[in-house]
Structure formats: C-alpha cells, structure tokens
C-alpha cells in the first residue's frame, strides 16, 4: 500500500493541479499521512524551475496548517486519534516517557523533525498531547518547514536535475548532521 501511496504523489507531480495536491500532501504528511511533500516538490521542481520558491511556499505553509492539525490531535484527540497513528507509527511506548520530557525540549524537537526525516506528525501530535506552548509551536515549525522546503528548493533551481540524486539519498543526512551539530554547539555554549 505504501508503494502505492508514493507512486501516486509521484505521478500527481505532473498534474495540472499540482500545486493544490502538493498543498494537500504537504498538510496530510504534517498529521497522518506517510509521505513526504518532497517526493513531489523534485519532479514539480525540475519541470518548472521559475517557481521553485512559490512551490517551497505551498508546502510551507501547508505543512505548518498541517502541523496545526496534528497539534489539535495531539490535544483533543490523542486517545481516539494520536495514539493509534503514533502506534501504528511504532512510537506507542516511548509516548509517556518523551511526553514528560517534551516541553523542556519542545523548540528543538519541532525543528529537528521539521528540517531531518523525522516524522515530522510525531512532533505535531505531542506537541499538542503535552500542550506545548502554540506560538512556541507555530514559529518552531514555520521556521523548520521553511529551511527544509527552501533548501530543497534552492539546490533544485541552482542545481537541476544532477543534484535530485543528492537530495534524494543525502540531503536527509545531512540536514540530521546539521541538526545535531547546531543543538551541539548550542549545548557547548551553554553549558561551557
């Protein structure tokens, strides 16, 4: 079924209405659905370079009324809602020991699953499940969803086709490497 998901958002790329369907990937995969809006962005991307920045834009913004509804999950709905879909996630047994940490790390947990691979619907549902402030949450996505499409948007128009294969096998260890190395050196800065 997966396989099938993804060759669907694929093939919906070179739709007329890709941008909407992109929005609507983008705001599913932030609550419940599997895919990345990135498999659609690439093709979308390479087919029409001159909106490379409106396309990262749609899936920004979609991404982060996506993230709103995994939060509303997360807070009124997490035992009929979030908890299945963090279990069929196999997140089920680490939900009551994160969630008591959470908060204490709520910035860096959003950012982190906003810009690495990390199921980014994971953070939206307990970011709501353990009330993490909303303007905490809002901006923290904003600004992660927007460094992940924008990059992904950028090397695309500035690269082309040679660095899809980059993004698609790289980027996303990258970008953890960059994570880890950025909440490093603001732990060594703190703490030294």
Aim: hydrophobic share 60%.
């Amino acid at each position: 079924m997966l396989q099938r998901l993804y060759g669907w958002t694929i093939g919906m790329a070179a739709h007329p209405r890709a941008l909407w369907v992109l929005a609507f990937v983008a705001f599913l995969e932030s609550s419940v659905f599997p895919i990345p809006p990135d498999v659609m962005m690439i093709p979308m991307i390479l087919a029409r370079p001159s909106r490379a920045w409106l396309i990262a834009a749609v899936a920004t913004l979609a991404s982060v009324v996506g993230g709103v509804a995994g939060y509303g999950i997360g807070m009124f709905a997490f035992d009929t809602l979030g908890q299945p879909i963090l279990e069929a996630l196999g997140k089920a047994d680490a939900m009551a020991e994160f969630g008591t940490r959470f908060n204490d790390v709520g910035f860096w947990a959003v950012l982190g699953a906003g810009i690495t691979p990390f199921p980014f619907k994971v953070i939206t549902i307990m970011s709501g499940w353990t009330a993490m402030p909303f303007a905490t949450f809002i901006v923290t996505a904003i600004i992660a969803r927007a460094i992940r499409f924008f990059l992904v948007a950028a090397l695309l128009w500035k690269f082309g086709a040679p660095i899809r294969d980059f993004i698609e096998r790289r980027l996303a260890l990258v970008t953890t490497v960059f994570f880890v190395l950025l909440v490093g050196g603001f732990y060594l800065v703190r703490f030294l």
